[in-house]
């Protein structure tokens, strides 16, 4: 039995490497583009002193940017650079370096392109947490997890995996199916607030992963992970729905 899943398995995990370096590629470029676009718009009102940076703080790209420079500008100058930006296709939130947001009059758009980065802003200073040893949620992550509910329904068509990793305290195979356990229930907590149970893929990888420039030992690594795997509706397959241990 396991060894006539290996193969599909292995066939996912291809397909879903290649689906999300795809995503990144146009992430990329999609960033790059309104960057051109917005320096483009600022520099024909006389404004090219403000820089924008279309980009989170770990480097990934983003189409919220944040300006900076032109500190001898008066708030209407300011505003209008930041209106100026607004209003290019495309992009997000404006925000200035100091802290101060503008240009968020109007509707905001979303598309299925976006559903990354509007869930990474979301987890940037905030973790998905449960209590220790268990797959319970802590109260202030069901109130996260509204947040991300909130950021994932406009995105149709996105399928979505939430991937559960542990620090590597304990046995192994107990870190596995507790990193599952608690991958489904954000799951189930995310379909109970309107997000189509057939967009969502739960995966468990216990220690195997620990977070960039932590130790595996670390508890910062007891952490749930979105990530966009495919931009259209996939069939389950017993890989996605496992049966019981």
């Known amino acids: 039995m396991l060894r006539r899943?290996?193969?599909?398995?292995?066939?996912?995990?291809v397909i879903a490497i290649g689906s999300f370096s795809s995503f990144s590629g146009q992430a990329e470029a999609m960033a790059e583009r309104l960057k051109v676009?917005?320096?483009?718009?600022?520099?024909?009102?006389?404004?090219?002193?403000?820089?924008?940076?279309?980009?989170?703080a770990d480097g990934a790209p983003s189409r919220h940017p944040l300006l900076s420079g032109g500190e001898g500008?008066?708030?209407?100058?300011?505003?209008?650079?930041?209106?100026?930006?607004?209003?290019?296709?495309?992009?997000?939130?404006v925000s200035w370096i100091d802290g101060s947001v503008?240009?968020?009059s109007g509707e905001r758009t979303f598309e299925p392109l976006h559903c990354q980065e509007d869930v990474d802003g979301l987890l940037r200073t905030r973790t998905i947490r449960f209590e220790e040893g268990s797959a319970a949620l802590l109260s202030a992550s069901r109130m996260l997890l509204d947040e991300v509910a909130g950021a994932l329904e406009p995105c149709?068509?996105?399928?979505?995996?939430?991937?559960?990793?542990?620090?590597?305290s304990g046995n192994e195979n107990a870190n596995v199916a507790l990193s599952m356990d608690r991958a489904?229930?954000?799951?189930?907590?995310?379909?109970?607030r309107g997000i189509p149970r057939d967009s969502l893929r739960a995966r468990g990888m216990g220690?195997?992963?620990?977070?960039?420039?932590?130790?595996?030992e670390d508890p910062a690594n007891r952490r749930i992970e979105f990530s966009v795997i495919r931009m259209e509706p996939l069939t389950p397959t017993p890989v996605d729905t496992p049966g019981p241990r």
């Not at 899943?5 to 995990?13: D, R, S």
């Not at 489904?184 to 109970?192: D, I, K, M, S």
């Open 156 to 168: 149709s068509g996105a399928i979505i995996a939430i991937t559960g990793h542990t620090d590597k």
């Open 73 to 93: 500008l008066d708030d209407e100058r300011r505003t209008r650079a930041a209106q100026l930006v607004k209003s290019i296709p495309g992009v997000g939130g």
């Open 207 to 216: 220690s195997s992963e620990p977070a960039e420039r932590l130790t595996p």
């Open 5 to 13: 899943l290996a193969i599909p398995a292995g066939a996912l995990l």
């Open 102 to 104: 503008a240009a968020e």
């Open 184 to 192: 489904r229930v954000v799951r189930e907590a995310l379909v109970r």
């Open 37 to 56: 676009e917005a320096e483009a718009a600022l520099a024909a009102e006389g404004l090219s002193m403000v820089e924008t940076d279309f980009g989170l």
